[in-house]
């Protein structure tokens, strides 16, 4: 009902002349802009995938596409589809790139405002699809391929202005998890460094395809998950070591190559997202101990950029909480992620009279 009813009184207090004096025009903006932005979603949101069984997903499991409210802490869903995995905010954030996996794996576009899914169409009948991830200015899609049941995956670029796919890289040379840089000029992935060796390091490229170049050339560990950190200047990621085994999350300094770790080998941490503003990064994950004894249940975790203030969200226990993806309204920074959010920002600031 709130939704329903700013647009028309945005309407009538530009109709009275309310716009003579800056301090009106400033309240009429406030409500034009509220017309843009869903009353019923908060400033700062963690997008997340609920399933409904565990350990043992099947081709009919549901899932539930959920909002985390950071400010209050209550959560609401906003759809339900069949085996969903990723998310990703579209830059003005009305939609979630999600991949459904009903009846086959299909890409699609899920309208935060309607709970609507768009689906992408598909050319191969057996499609598989690593995470989606949004352009920054919102005109494309990365995200890792295979077709008609493949075992490795190549790297796709999916222009949403024209419906059409651009190879990046080919499924021969295993490509995943792509993530793009804040600016939108490159990729950072995971992939095997051959002929080197066969572990898994993070890579850059950049985003129109190209030469690899080599973050981690780490040969006793693997490296997979990168996210780009909203100022550019760090990718947090999930470092592996197979004996023994380990999981935790780092953050490398890609100027200097100085890496840090963020959570204790007695977690096992997954999907990392960074805050909007740069200072927090979301993640989900569960204590190794449960995940040995079959008993463990991810759920939505947080850190501070400088390694403190570690915490859980959500708090399950029975069905996971997974792929979270962090979008702020009151962040300016996001303005590269669409203007409606640096408007609000700024006017929620009060820098505009």
Known sequence: MQYRLLRPLACLAVYLGAVRSRRMSALVLIACVCCC?????????????????WPNLDPGTRGAISLYDVDTGRTRVLSELTLPRGLDWSPDGRRLAVISGHPTPRLGLLSVTTGELELIPQKDERPSYGVPR????GTRIVYAYAKNGMLHDALDLLDLRTGATQRLIPWVDRPMFPDWSPDGTQLVFSGPDIPRTFVWDLFTMDSVGGPWTNLTQSPDEEEWLPAWSPDGREIAYIRSTWGPVEHSLFV??????VTRRMTEPSFFPRRPAWSPDGQQIAFSGAPLADLERD????NIHVINRDGTGFRRLTDFDFTPAVYPAWFDRDVLEVSPK???????????????E
């Open 134 to 137: 949004w352009s920054p200015d």
């Open 295 to 298: 008993r463990a249940v991810s």
């Open 252 to 257: 490398l300094d890609i100027a200097t190559g």
């Open 338 to 352: 669409g203007k409606t959010a640096a408007i609000w920002g700024t006017v929620k600031r009060g820098s505009m």
């Open 37 to 53: 932005i869903p009353a019923h979603v908060g400033a700062s949101v963690i997008a997340y995938v609920r399933w409904d069984t």
